[in-house]
């Protein structure tokens, strides 16, 4: 699998899960606690994405010295 076929797998995986999470509200009449809990979701999928894109930008800036 070429980089670029792995970029648009993992973009559409993110885009695919936040609206998951965001749009789950809308569908069913939810109590309170259940629509945080899937707006939560929802964040924390856009979240994730956003830091495993800044790890091997930093683990290149920063050289061997990352982690343990």
Partial sequence: MSDVERLVLAAGAVVLLAAA????????????????LLLAFGTGVLLGAAFCHMIPEAVEQLGG???M
């Fill in 21 to 36: 999470g965001g749009l789950l509200p809308l569908l069913h009449e939810w109590n309170r606690r259940t629509i945080r």
């Fill in 65 to 67: 010295n990352v982690g």
